[in-house]
């Protein structure tokens, strides 16, 4: 969730067009109050977490965790809250066009001015934050040593505030800043052509599309070197990871190793294409869990690539898009006529942050569950021969045995007979070895498995409808009808809206 709404700053700065007049000096009260809240959000958070951390060996610690880190998710919602705040309604935008003229708003100079005040406080809750954290992993030492684990000493501040700044900030601030620089560049090389006036419009959108294209081309390149990754070195692991990868029909660039300085017990994949695709795994990731766990985490990165995820997020985006165009320009107008010219940047922020809290959080959950499914799968298979009780007999309705049509078919995941993740039910081995793999996530990251992810779950419900998937061999196969729909209701969608925004 911290990357979405770092994201959400970003877009509440750019979704304000500019007019060329010069602004109304601000108010020196306003800024105060704008910048105050932020310091005082800061120092509250710090002021409790260092008084958890000595409070580690409290009967109630972990209860006490529990209410600061949920203080801490309300602290990181506030942050981009009250960014909206400050420029709709104190001065923010017109203290930054101060400084540099209007029109120069919304290109990367503005961008980084205009965000760094909230980015700032971003930063700061990570002071907030620390002595809590280095408590905590402190007093898991004695668990790792009774496990016959390595121990590595808790990073100091600065190690642990550049692992959050590239992971959090800089994985998204530097491709985000790149598309705009190269708008940019763009709108300066058209201002030079002779274009007509009325294309104005035109070619500033493709100028976003085509600088927003080539970042997302080359941006696992640039995404790899930002986290400190290496190519993950040839050992047994590795070749089982590759015939993973080859059994499947995977096809990618490299594993990489991602070194965190071992802090972080995480994967991920990058990149659409297959030559600028990379998965990669963390140093604790690799350090503190068997090669069969590792090799069902792996399994869930795989997933993502089998199902297009990453293809589907682009539709989705491009479905708010055009939401936001429509209802949202709706809802705009509406607010206009009764606040005047806030009301349309109120409505933007309010509309922007609801369809990615609603609608954005309930798709990438649903991905998430996917790729749960089709790592548990892929293990089931690889925990068991293969046999006629693997496949059951399954009552499916026509609709899931039905050849996607030729729009559905460029999207829809089309079923790989040779792939064990697509062509079997979730059983127990494999629904046990994946929750096995997720309750070690969880242990080795200090997380606890009932806390909650907007963007994945609590570890805990994903463990859970694992294991009911695996007590009902059919219910996998709703499981799956069910994600056909979703994709289904995303293209209904996108050609619904389609349709409107052409008529209109």
Not at 469 to 498: E, Q
Request: net charge positive; hydrophobic share 55%.
């Amino acid at each position: 969730m911290s990357r979405i709404l770092i994201l959400i700053l970003f877009m509440l700065w750019l979704a304000w067009d500019p007019t060329p007049s010069a602004p109304a000096a601000p108010a020196a009260i306003p800024l105060t109050v704008f910048f105050g809240f932020y310091l005082l959000l800061v120092l509250t958070t710090g002021v409790w977490g260092r008084y958890l951390a000595r409070r580690v060996a409290a009967w109630n610690f972990h209860a006490s965790l529990h209410r600061f880190n949920i203080m801490m998710e309300v602290a990181r919602i506030m942050i981009p809250v009250w960014f909206a705040v400050g420029l709709y309604f104190l001065g923010w935008r017109s203290a930054v066009a101060n400084v540099l003229r209007p029109q120069f708003l919304p290109t990367a100079l503005g961008v980084i001015l205009g965000t760094l005040p909230a980015l700032a406080a971003w930063m700061g809750l990570w002071w907030s934050q620390y002595p809590a954290d280095r408590a905590l992993r402190e007093q898991s030492l004695l668990a790792l040593i009774d496990a016959d684990l390595p121990l590595h000493a808790p990073p100091r501040f600065w190690a642990y505030f550049l692992s959050n700044l590239r992971l959090q900030v800089l994985f998204l601030a530097i491709p985000l800043l790149l598309i705009v620089l190269g708008h940019d560049l763009l709108t300066l090389l058209a201002n030079a052509l002779p274009l007509p006036d009325r294309a104005a419009d035109l070619t500033d959108a493709a100028a976003w599309l085509l600088s927003a294209g080539g970042v997302f081309l080359f941006a696992p390149e640039i995404l790899r070197r930002v986290l400190h990754t290496e190519p993950l070195p040839d050992s047994s692991l590795r070749r089982r990871l590759d015939a993973l990868c080859h059994r499947t029909g995977i096809r990618y660039r490299d594993i990489l190793l991602w070194k965190t300085d071992h802090n972080l017990g995480n994967a991920a994949v990058m990149g659409f294409f297959p030559r600028l695709r990379y998965i990669l795994l963390s140093d604790l990731l690799l350090e503190r869990m068997p090669d069969e766990e590792i090799e069902a985490v792996f399994a869930h990165e795989v997933g993502h690539i089998v199902h297009r995820h990453m293809l589907w997020y682009f539709a989705f985006v491009g479905l708010l898009a055009m939401i936001n165009i429509g209802p949202g320009r709706w809802l705009g107008d509406l607010l206009t006529r009764h606040l005047g010219e806030r009301g349309e940047f109120l409505s933007l922020s309010l509309f922007m942050i609801a369809k990615f809290v609603i609608l954005f959080g309930f798709i990438s959950r649903q991905f998430e569950r996917q790729a749960d499914v089709y790592a548990a799968r892929t293990m089931q298979k690889l925990q068991t021969p293969p046999s006629i009780a693997d496949a059951p007999a399954l009552n499916l309705p026509l609709f899931a045995a039905a050849a996607p049509g030729p729009v559905a078919s460029m999207l829809l995941p089309a079923p790989i007979i040779a792939d064990p993740g697509q062509s079997s039910f979730v059983g127990p081995a494999g629904a046990a070895l994946f929750a096995s793999a997720l309750r070690r996530v969880a242990i080795i990251n200090n997380i606890p498995i009932a806390a909650r992810s907007w963007c994945h779950g609590s570890i805990a419900k994903r463990m859970q409808f694992i294991h009911s998937l695996s007590r009902d061999p059919n219910s996998t196969a709703r499981f799956d009808i069910l994600m056909r729909w979703l994709y289904s209701a995303i293209i209904l969608a996108l050609i619904v809206s389609g349709t409107i925004l052409a008529l209109s």
